[in-house]
């Protein structure tokens, strides 16, 4: 297993960005999927974003063009750029690690962010 922990999350007002990070606590390099998941209150937790361990990216159809993932191997960091954030988008933010055969399943605490003004 990987512990992660996630950082960034925040109060914002609608239209303005955040960056989360996820650091792991063992190199990401060969992880085959690094993932943003986000729940809101009263919902389904959801898959925002992924980035495999080659590069290719996924976004849910609800922050394309808004949300960028990214990943550091040098510094065991996933990375989430949120821009022109909407009310929509408050939930608590949480990253996961996945191996392909799935016997890796990591998650961390989550961050909570909210878009207000």
């Known amino acids: 297993q990987v512990q992660l922990v996630e950082s960034g999350g925040g109060l914002v007002q609608p239209g303005g960005s955040l960056r989360l990070s996820c650091t792991a606590s063992?190199?990401?390099?060969?992880?085959?999927?690094m993932n943003w998941h986000r729940q809101a209150p009263g919902k389904e937790r959801e898959l925002v974003a992924q980035?495999?361990?080659?590069?290719?990216?996924y976004y849910t159809d609800s922050v394309k063009g808004r949300f960028t993932i990214s990943r550091d191997n040098a510094k065991s960091t996933v990375y989430l750029q949120m821009n022109s954030l909407k009310p929509e988008d408050t939930a608590v933010y949480y990253c996961?690690?996945?191996?392909?055969?799935?016997?890796?399943?990591?998650w961390g605490q989550g961050t909570q962010v909210t878009v207000s003004s």
């Open positions: 980035i495999s361990s080659g590069g290719r990216t």
């Open positions: 996961n690690a996945v191996s392909l055969d799935g016997s890796l399943n990591s």
């Open positions: 063992r190199s990401i390099f060969s992880i085959y999927a």
